[in-house]
Nanobody, 124 residues
């Protein structure tokens, strides 16, 4: 069973930046990976995903142009660089392992393993 662990969350001000990292207990090289977030009182939503070789990425409209996802096969990590943060970005951010190959599903049901999450709070 794969174990994922997120890090890098915290409390920041409007317009500041954070970089989240997800470390895996096993090699992730053949799987798509994604970041989801859940704000208080809301459903978990897709934020960004990356396919197995990093050649394809996908972003929710709300974060496009501000967030950048990347992966490091050697380190077995997936990162999410978040710039120009807004209060609407507040929530718990989860890393998830998806299907093999080039798909980047936006539905959480397509993802098998999840980390416990890291909290991001953006203050205005």
């Amino acid at each position: 069973q794969v174990q994922l662990e997120e890090s890098g969350g915290g409390l920041v001000q409007l317009g500041e930046s954070l970089t989240l990292s997800c470390a895996a207990s096993q090699r992730l090289a053949i799987y798509s990976m994604a970041w989801f977030r859940q704000a208080p009182g809301k459903e978990r939503e897709f934020v960004s995903g990356i396919n197995w070789n990093g050649g394809m990425t996908d972003y929710a409209d709300s974060v496009k142009g501000r967030f950048t996802i990347s992966r490091d096969h050697a380190e077995n990590t997936v990162s999410l660089e978040m710039n120009n943060l807004k209060p609407g970005d507040t929530g718990i951010y989860y890393c998830a392992q998806g299907p093999v190959g080039r798909q980047i599903p936006r539905s959480s049901s397509e993802y098998t393993y999840w980390g416990p999450g890291t909290r991001v709070t953006v203050s205005s």
